[in-house]
């Protein structure tokens, strides 16, 4: 009942702010005769805050943020990409700097997706995955050099020097390095030392 009063007033085209909406639900309840106190209603108020189907300060309920056609676009391309950045975002859906800021702020708000940071850019995915899951999607499809290191590594069956994957990718060798650590604490690489001075690094498959 809560829900539906809060819903009401935001269609009158109003924000949402805790004081005002208190005020406007127990007015509601009383031309309908519903008998619930005030404390009745700031309970079930934060509850629904708290479960990010409303958020103060916006127009929307979690039940209509997709109504939006771009926004559901924006929210579907980053659901598809995990680990994707807001460039990336930007470039390959052909929309502004400004709606995708935007729509992507509404979809934080709502709980809709989240975000980290990995090598300094900030990267969105969607909120029912896991962190690692992401990290080995973005190493793995979204950093070109990465991707490029396991595409060969996939097809290299002998296993490789990171120095030889470096002179044969033309990398320099600590980009290699830096990707190789990566991608063994995430398990989609794994070395084998071979030698004092020789190790060879493996897809994870083999």
Avoid: C
């Avoid at 708290?50 to 056609?69: D, H």
């Amino acid at each position: 009942m809560v829900y539906n009063a809060i819903q009401n007033y935001l269609n009158e085209n109003k924000i949402l702010d805790k004081s005002n909406v208190i005020s406007y639900i127990n007015s509601y309840f009383a031309k309908a005769s519903i008998n619930i106190s005030v404390k009745g209603i700031i309970k079930h108020l934060e509850s629904l805050v708290e479960k990010k189907r409303i958020v103060e300060g916006s127009k929307l309920t979690r039940a209509n943020v997709f109504r939006n056609s771009r926004r559901k676009k924006i929210h579907d391309f980053i659901s598809e990409n995990p680990g994707v950045y807001y460039n990336k975002i930007v470039k390959d859906l052909k929309l502004s700097n400004h709606v995708v800021y935007w729509h992507i702020s509404i979809l934080l708000k709502f709980g809709f997706i989240k975000t980290t940071k990995i090598e300094n850019h900030e990267i969105f995915f969607n909120s029912k995955l896991k962190q690692d899951e992401v990290k080995k999607h973005y190493f793995s499809t979204i950093k070109e050099k990465s991707k490029k290191m396991l595409n060969f590594l996939k097809n290299y069956e002998l296993g490789i020097t990171g120095l030889k994957l470096a002179s044969i990718l033309q990398f320099h060798p600590k980009t290699v390095k830096k990707y190789l650590i990566y991608l063994e604490e995430l398990g989609l690489v794994e070395k084998k030392k071979v030698s004092a001075k020789k190790t060879l690094y493996f897809y994870k498959n083999y």
